[in-house]
Structures are given as C-alpha cells and as structure tokens.
C-alpha cells in the first residue's frame, strides 16, 4: 500500500519580473550603508552536493572517486564511498576535499559498485557523522543512501519517528528516509518498494542513489530540483558498466556516455544480472528544475537538465548586454571563476573587449574560507589580483554570475579603483536574489541577502560601484522559452513550488 503525497500548493509572494536598470550611483551621493552586517565573506550561496553510483565496474570505488572528483565544485566539506562485494558493504568517508579523503584508502572500499557522495550541508552540522553515503542494516540487509537536496519536513518526520522510538546517529534530514524506509509498510517488499514508500513521505528535493548488495537505485524527486544523469562505460570484453551522477562532467572524466537523465519522479532499478527497470512511484507534478544550477552551481562543462550549462550562461552575459548596456565601457571584465562564460556572452553581444584583468589564484577553492583576521583583511586579494595594466584609467564592465551578500562585487570594486580604475560597473548575469533556497543549497539568512535588504540603488552604493544591473526576470524567462514555467526560480521570484513543513532559523535545518 502507498502513502499518499501530497505536493503542496505553489506558494506565491511578489513577482520580481519587472525591468529594472542599472542603479547608478553617481545619481546621488554616496551615504554610508552599514557594513559589518555584510561582512562575513564566508557566506555566499555555497554549493550543495554531488552524487555518484557505480555498477558493474571491476574497479567500482576508483571510478567513483574520479567521478567525485569532477564533482568537487559542488561540496567540499566532506566526502565518502561505500561499496558492494557479493555480501556487504565497505565504507570510506570523511572531512575534507575528495583528494585528502581518499589518499591511499580506495583498497578499502572494494566490489564492483559503488555509491559516493560530495557534501555541502544544507542541514545538520558540518561534522564527520553527517558526511555521506550513510549505511545502514535492515532485516532485509544492508544499504547505503547519498543525496542531494534538502528535505523541507525532515524535522517534522524526524519528530514523529523520534516519538515512536527511532534513534538517529545524525542530524541529516537523509538519515530520515533510511528510517522511513526500515518502518516501510511494504514490510515484505524488495528495497525498490521500501524506498518509494519512504520516499512518497518526504517533501521537498531529492536526487538520491540507494545500493545493497544486489541492488542500485537512482531516484529523483518529482520536481525534479536536482539533476541526476546515467551512461554507459564501455569494458573489453564484458558488459558495459553504469554510472549515475549529480552532472554528465562525472561522466566525461571517466569516458563514461552519457545515455540520458533519470527523469523527475522516476526510479531506475538496477540487479546483479545487470537487468534496469524503471517506474514512476510519484504522483506527477510540474517539473521544477532549479534554475541556478545553470547561472553558478553546476560545471560548465556539464549538461544539466538537457541543456549546456556554458550556453546558458554564455547567453545571460548577452541578454545582459541588452538590458543593461554600457557603450563608453572600455573593457569587460570577468569576475573569475563562474563569471567568465557571462562576461564572454557581454562582451560577444556589446561588441566591447573582452579582458581578463582579475586573475584568479589556483591555490584557493571555490568558496574560500578565510579563517584569521589577517586573512579577513586581506579578502578578496587572497583570491582574486587586478591587472593594472589593464585597468588604470579605464572604465570597466565587471560580469559577475551572482551577489548574494555582495561582499565580492563590493571587494572587487574597491581593488579595481586601488588599481586606477576611472569607472567600475557591475552586471550581474541572473536576477536579484531576495530569498533563500529550501531545496539543497546552503543559503545565508534571507537578512543578509544584499537584494532583499537593498534596492538597486542603495545595494549600488553599498558595493561601492559606479553604476549596478543585474539581469531582469523577464529576460531570464524568455532565454529559457516555453520550458521557464518547468525551472524553480524562486529565490528571485518567491514563487515557492513546495514550502517547508517547519523553518528553523537555518532554512529546512535540523540542528
Ligand atoms: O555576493 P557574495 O556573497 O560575495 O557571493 C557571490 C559570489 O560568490 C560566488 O563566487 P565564489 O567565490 O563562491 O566561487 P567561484 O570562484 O566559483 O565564482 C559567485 O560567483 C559570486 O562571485
Ligand atoms: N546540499 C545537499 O544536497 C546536502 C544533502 C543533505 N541535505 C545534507 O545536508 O547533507
Ligand atoms: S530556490 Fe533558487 S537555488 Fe533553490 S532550487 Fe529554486 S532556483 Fe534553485
Ligand atoms: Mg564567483
């Protein structure tokens, strides 16, 4: 017997569509916005998770850990694999980037499948307890789950569970589906059944992948939030092993094809005789893609949702250039890393040149953690370096994908004026970002996000800039065609497609 799900109603605030030009500070004399609420550089929009499973390889947890590799721009607390042999599973997890936590370890995880899991928490802390894949024992044997995504009434869930005497070992909202799934009605029923049963009573984002010893499940919730792709490895002289992951960039590095997407809503089941069925164990709803994947989270290289991530973003940058033009700018320049395929589409539609004169250090990650005060004072330099040669006296374009708290474009102005800059000018590839996400992307307090607490202007004056744009709504809809009302953009639009059955302080957070 199934439990009903019951997808919640859209829930609507305040429509941002409306066009907005570039607030431009010279308009008005500069006044002090207070600074120090805004100044945490930690806190950007971080990363959320990367998934892999493996099936069928003679080497399972190498190519799980290349895999993970590839995906190590979406989580960098912390990493794990588990794997299968004929009768258990094995284990490697812990803190840190994919390279420290498997140096010299993968003899430990053996078999030939695997599940592995990139971590950046959107609930529970930031500890080894909650690093995926989880393992667990059921009557039935044992399972490992990874996910990606964030469940908006875990703690809801883990409340009721709690009462009718589960213990958790963490504080993941994911450790509830294994819960979920233990207490399962479908008692007798394979692991498929399980976990749909689990999973029809969760709300909120899940791309997953489930293994047993017999058994990998790659399922996605029916929204479809999170991406989650499946191709073929070719092997001389036996069958072609599978590999799932978060992004087809997992799949290039290890030349695995890519054969297709799991679909939203859908379960792919995969045996030991190599057999795959799917079904769809969900009511159906509106697929809501999430459509930061393709202006910050996601590789460029990847695939995602059907389409190429470095286009979509490629063409923010020109529509960009359409909205938001500026003539007399002498050079566009890109805020490195996920800002150069945006400022490259600025530059190709305003026939302005292209310049890279912020360099980027090879030697400081994505969202860099700066842990003294030295390096506090230090900031952005620790990361990003002007090129004067390229700026002193001119007046420049700087192509950004996002602000969330605005401590980079505000950072990045003042080093440009240090470095002679006449003029500096920001455009932002993607919306206004005025709420937070409940569906697996860590996210600062709606408070401290520089749109929601700022207009145009006053957000201009803040970061210190001479003029500020960021791309309008209605054009971010019109790039993404008759499939926008299929994307989720509702930390611009507010347009919630599921809303959390209890908010914490932290969005959907168990702490
Ligand atoms: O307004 P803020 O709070 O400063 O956050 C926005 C910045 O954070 C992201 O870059 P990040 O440094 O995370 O990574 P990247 O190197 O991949 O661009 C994003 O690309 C913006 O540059
Ligand atoms: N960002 C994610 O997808 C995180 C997965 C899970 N919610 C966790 O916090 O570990
Ligand atoms: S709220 Fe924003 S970040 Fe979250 S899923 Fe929707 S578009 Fe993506
Ligand atoms: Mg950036």
Known sequence: MFLTFAPPTAFRTSLFARFRPAADCRRSPRHAVRASACESPTDHFREECGVVGVWRHPEASAVAYYA????????????GIVSATDDTLHEHKGLGLVSEVFENALHLIPGDAAIAHNRYSTAGEKNVRNVQPFRAS?????????????????????????????????????EVVLHLM?????SSAGIERKAADALNRVEGAFSIILLTTNRLIAVRDPYGFRPLVMGELALEGRP?????????????????????????????????DGHVSNWFPFPSVRRRACVFEHIYFSKPSSIVFGRSVYMSRFRFGQLLATSCPLP?????VPVPESGVPAALGYASASGIQFQQAIIRSHYVGRTFIQPTQTARDIGVKLKLAPVEALIRGKSVVVVDDSIVRGTTSRKIVRMLREAGARQVHIRIACPPITGGCFYGVDTPDKEKLLSYRMSDEEACRFIEADSLAFLPLNAMHEFLGD??????????????????AVVDEKIGGLV
């Open 68 to 79: 993970l590799h590839a995906l190590q721009h979406r989580g960098q607390e912390g990493a």
């Open 328 to 332: 007399e700018a002498d050079a566009v």
């Open 182 to 186: 233990a207490t399962s009605v479908s």
């Open 483 to 500: 499939e926008a009302p299929t994307f989720c953009d509702a930390c611009f639009s507010g347009e919630y497609p599921v809303l959390p």
């Open 138 to 174: 059921f009557r039935e044997g044992q399972v490992a789950i990874a996910h990606n995504g964030n469940l908006t009434n875990a703690q809801k869930l883990r409340m009721e569970l709690e009462l009718r005497g589960s213990i958790f070992a963490t504080s993941s909202d994911t």
């Open 240 to 272: 072609p092993a599978l590999v799932f992951a978060s992004e087809s960039c997992a799949l290039d590095i290890v030349s695995a094809r890519m054969t297709r997407e799991i679909e939203p809503g859908e379960m792919v089941v995969v045996d030991r």
